[in-house]
């Protein structure tokens, strides 16, 4: 199983970025898939997570109404969609898989892959 995160990069505060993780070596469709973040000197974080239908995503609290998490199932791509960037976004973000089977894939749920990250700088 393989994990390919890529689009991170250097971003004015205020700005945008769109992040993808293609996979490979898995039945795409039946895995909820994550986001998850680490910035220097602390814990990795959830980000966002979408269920293996689409039909539910779940947030952290700091990233709510700025970043949006989407999935296209026929080509085997997460996105994470970043608007009204903040320093304080700025980690390596990393893409996971999760096999669990509820449509709950947020927080606390245990993921099984993980891709490489990529990181997100943000300057104020």
């Known amino acids: 199983v393989q994990l390919q995160a890529s689009g991170g990069g250097l971003v004015q505060a205020g700005g945008s970025r769109r992040l993808s993780c293609t996979a490979s070596?898995?039945?795409?469709?039946?895995?909820?898939l994550g986001w998850f973040r680490q910035a220097p000197g602390k814990e990795r974080e959830f980000v966002a997570a979408?269920?293996?239908?689409?039909?539910?995503?779940d947030y952290a609290d700091s990233v709510k109404g700025r970043f949006a998490i989407t999935r296209d199932n026929d080509n085997n791509i997460l996105y994470l969609q970043m608007n009204s960037l903040k320093p304080e976004d700025t980690a390596v973000y990393y893409c996971?898989?999760?096999?669990?089977?509820?449509?709950?894939?947020?927080?606390?749920?245990?993921?099984?892959?993980w891709g490489q990250g990529t990181q997100v700088t943000v300057s104020s």
């Open positions: 996971a898989a999760t096999i669990t089977p509820t449509d709950y894939v947020g927080l606390g749920v245990r993921y099984d892959y």
């Open positions: 070596g898995l039945t795409f469709s039946i895995y909820g």
């Open positions: 979408i269920s293996r239908s689409g039909l539910r995503t």
